[in-house]
């Protein structure tokens, strides 16, 4: 998650639409007023070595841990670790209530996103601790919970607040709707196109995907229920 006192725009970070690589390419253009959460360690690494720059800005005040001590900051603090303002995928109306209606508007909102469908896939694909996963059927039916889970950053009370989308299908494409000159737009362009941060999960052909995709159809509704953004305004549709 980025918001931007530079360029005036709040970058809210779904799950599995490429937002790292997104971050991570917007990095490039970002000054030391800017706040930016955190990527994994290799990322950060990579970042910093490139750009000078990693998470920043995002650490909680003494005064305001006092005043909202959480259960995430108990923990952060076990592992003798300071507590965050925010966490990378933090939904829209965390944002807003540090922010403030006013500052709040005068911001720009930006996401990412993708069909719901491949969006599972992805997540299903995602295995870094190479754990055995069972079926598609199986698992998408004990993690239905993240069927819509990206409406934390895209909604606030049911209402979209998201002022600029980028597509992940048109991810080059749409990066020309963002606030930037054209020598940033072209710096962010150049990076996301040899960017590819958690890639390389992903082992079957698009063949296997469509099977696992037929033999789960029982998530159809739900996905038509909870990704009304994504269905209606959109247009996306299951893939077979």
Known sequence: MIISEK?????????????????FALSSILSDQDLITYLSKDEENKRQNLFKIGEQNNRKK??????????QNKRDLQKLKWPK???????????????????????????????????????????????????????????????GQNNYQYKINGTCIIDIFLTFENLQKD???????????????TLLSTTFLKSGFRKQGRKAEIEFLKSADFIDKAIEGFCDIEIGTFGYKRPY
Not at 176 to 187: C, T
């Open 175 to 189: 990066i020309d709707k963002l606030p930037l000159s054209d020598g940033e737009l072209q710096k962010v362009k």
């Open 85 to 147: 303002l925010f966490h990378p995928h933090c939904s829209a109306l965390e944002v807003k209530t540090f922010m403030g209606d006013r500052r709040w508007r005068d911001f720009k909102k930006i996401s990412v996103i993708r069909n719901p469908w491949d969006y599972l896939l992805s997540f299903y694909h995602w295995n870094p601790g190479q754990a055995k996963r069972p079926p598609f059927k199986q698992w998408v039916f004990e993690n239905r919970h993240l069927i």
């Open 62 to 71: 003494f005064f305001d841990l006092l005043r909202d001590f959480s259960k």
């Open 7 to 23: 360029y005036k725009f709040i970058f809210l970070k779904p799950y599995k639409v490429a937002g790292s690589s997104v971050e």
